[in-house]
């Protein structure tokens, strides 16, 4: 009579940001597993704790001394925009990552006993795929993703045709891009934009963490007009064979001059001249400008599946700039001093996560 093996026994840990070897396998999982995103990385536990002060709880599951999966939580208590816990605040992309269903099971089930102890309103997984057809879904984002084709010839030609016009002026116009090895220029060009929206920037030294943090992983490429002058920059973040455009900031020229459209190209075709095989243009709100934009440039939109456990809510959050109670406070910052707003704003945006 065969005895079948014994099912290995999964245990939950949580990483410590001091356990370098834990980290490396937990990358190295992260790298190989088709579930994971760029924002299941280490690293965003530095980030998260360091630059915005909130608690994280990285976990992951072991099995027979090797990882079966990971979930990066934050625990993002505020006062403005309440108490949740995040898989993961400042993400596009998070919730479970695993080889199994068990390992997601078992670290899932670990972030809700978490999220009950530390006494949150609710519990958020920002899955690119759905999990749980029970719980609560926010459908107000969608992502854009599309192959790089391998000649730059036929990427240009992959652009719909009023788009590549606008590709071709920003050419013509004789604009440059260059990499940025500091964020200088980047978040010049950020924080003024995001001002003229009416919404808090980031602080400067959260962009400079993520250089710090992710190294030739984290990009930023600005464009400038032919006398130098900054008009358009993006900060990016390249995993395994794709490009993520994050962070975006333009002058209010570069619409005249085709700096951003320019921009965008140039990613493109440098990363096609790295052998990348992925665009992904990121998250936009659907009806919004950059929701358009990225549709005229041939992507097509697909829905990001935000799911929420309510603990103390009967309802969603909707802390975004549609809602509109904040409609006021949007028209209120867009006239506040930029430089006022730039010192208040990291004091917001930690809040929101």
């Not at 993520?210 to 930023?220: K, R, S, Y």
Request: proline share 6%.
């Amino acid at each position: 009579m065969s005895v079948s093996p014994e099912t290995p026994v999964l245990t939950v840990k949580r990483l410590s940001m001091q356990d370098i070897a834990t980290s490396v396998l937990w990358d190295e999982f992260v790298m190989a597993c088709p579930d994971a995103t760029f924002f299941h990385r280490a690293g965003w536990q530095r980030i998260v704790r360091d630059v915005f002060r909130h608690d994280t709880y990285f976990l992951y599951a072991m099995a027979d001394g090797s990882i079966q999966g990971v979930l990066p939580l934050g625990h993002v208590k505020s006062w403005l925009f309440g108490n949740s816990l995040v898989a993961l605040p400042f993400a596009v992309y998070g919730g479970v990552a695993a080889v199994n269903a068990p390992a997601a099971a078992v670290l899932e089930l670990e972030a809700q006993q978490i999220a009950k102890r530390l006494g949150v309103a609710h519990l958020e997984w920002r899955n690119v795929k759905p999990r749980h057809s029970d719980w609560p879904t926010q459908d107000l984002y969608v992502t854009f993703r599309k192959e790089i084709q391998p000649e730059e010839d036929a990427n240009m030609l992959a652009i719909p045709r009023k788009q590549r016009a606008m590709v071709r002026k920003g050419i013509k116009n004789g604009l440059v891009s260059q990499i940025d090895h500091d964020v200088d220029r980047f978040f010049a060009l950020y924080a003024d934009n995001v001002h003229r929206h009416g919404t808090p920037a980031m602080p400067k030294r959260y962009f400079k963490s993520l250089l710090a943090e992710f190294g030739a992983d984290c990009e930023v490429l600005t464009v400038t007009a032919p006398d130098g002058r900054p008009l358009s920059s993006v900060l990016s973040f390249y995993f395994r064979d794709e490009v993520l455009p994050y962070y975006a900031g333009d002058d209010e020229s570069a619409r005249e001059l085709a700096a951003n459209d320019f921009k965008y190209w140039e990613l493109m075709r440098r990363a096609c001249l790295r052998g990348l095989k992925v665009f992904d243009y990121g998250r936009s709100k659907q009806g919004t400008g950059s929701f358009s934009f990225k549709k005229n440039w041939g992507f097509e939109p697909k829905p990001l599946h935000y799911e929420y456990c309510l603990y103390k809510r009967d309802a969603i959050p909707q802390n975004n700039p549609s809602n509109a109670k904040y409609k006021l406070l949007i028209e209120t910052w867009r006239r506040m001093p930029i430089v006022l707003a730039n010192w208040l704003g990291p004091f917001v945006v930690r809040n929101l996560g």
